[in-house]
């Protein structure tokens, strides 16, 4: 970790996730995980999943680890349920493990390990890797969840919480089937059951963004990656995010980019 760690990075935000994320963190740490925060003062295991999103303080100089990032298809068919149904990669729960000293020193082999398996040139290391990950979260699995390590935050922040969550399940969008369909803040607030104006209050007072801002945002980005990594033509990709007319999506993407649809995938 510390290899990647700007000194003076202070909070670290990060928007697309299409990727699973197992980090051993020690020091004194602050996590904002959906609508929990964690502070974390110690060796931790924590998980994280492609739909909740999340940011990190460290709040003290001799923050370090290891961190692993993949993708479901990299461990599938390893866990039954599925590796996105598991306790620690589900949006609702508690993805945090204190461990003492062994249980430090046992997660600890299995991230060196995994450091010089990678580097090495053996042809089926990554078959190796696999395991190594699957060990982690089989490790994780039998250890109990740190629920002391959770407070709530204040009512704006936990309802805040909860809509980028509901935000960030529609994605990423993986086929043209799938269809964006929560398009605006009344939407998000009749499934959160408040009223709309509470919902654009909380939101404005936690992240200093309108609701409709940050829709619009996550949607932009969405649209950029569709472009950039997926053969759909410009009609079908404004139709996965909700655009009935191309000329609409054609206007939204231009607005929040600067660039047409047809300009930013030829660059």
């Known amino acids: 970790m510390e290899n990647v760690m700007n000194p003076n990075c202070g909070e670290v935000r990060y928007s697309r996730r299409d990727f699973f994320k197992i980090t051993l963190i020690r020091g004194h740490n602050c996590y904002h995980y959906a609508d929990k925060s964690l502070e974390i003062d110690g060796p931790t295991l924590i998980f994280f999943n492609p739909r909740v999103p999340y940011t990190w303080e460290g709040l003290s100089e001799d923050v370090n680890g290891y961190f692993i990032i993949f993708q479901e298809a990299f461990v599938s068919g390893r866990f039954v349920p599925a590796l996105s149904e598991l306790s620690m990669f589900q949006p609702g729960g508690s993805p945090a493990y204190r461990l ?37 979260i089989h490790y994780a699995l039998k250890l109990q969840p740190s629920e002391k390590l959770y407070e709530n935050v204040d009512a704006s922040g936990r309802l805040t919480g909860v809509f980028l969550e509901l935000l960030e399940r529609q994605f990423p969008i993986d086929s043209q089937q799938q269809r964006f369909t929560l398009r605006s803040a009344g939407d998000y607030a009749e499934r959160l059951a408040v009223h709309v104006n509470h919902l654009n209050r909380s939101v404005k007072e936690t992240t200093g963004k309108t609701t409709t801002t940050l ?53």
């Open 100 to 136: 003492n000293d062994a249980q430090e020193k046992e997660v600890t082999d299995l991230f060196e390990k995994m450091l010089r398996e990678v580097d090495s040139d053996y042809p089926h290391k990554y078959d190796l890797l696999r395991n190594y990950a699957a060990e982690m």
């Open 215 to 267: 829709i619009a945002n996550r949607v932009a980005a969405e649209a950029r990656a569709l472009l950039k990594h997926t053969d759909w033509n410009i009609s079908e990709v404004g139709d996965s995010l909700g655009f009935r007319e191309p000329a609409h999506f054609a206007n939204f993407f231009k607005r929040h980019t600067g660039q047409s649809p047809t300009a930013y995938r030829s660059v």
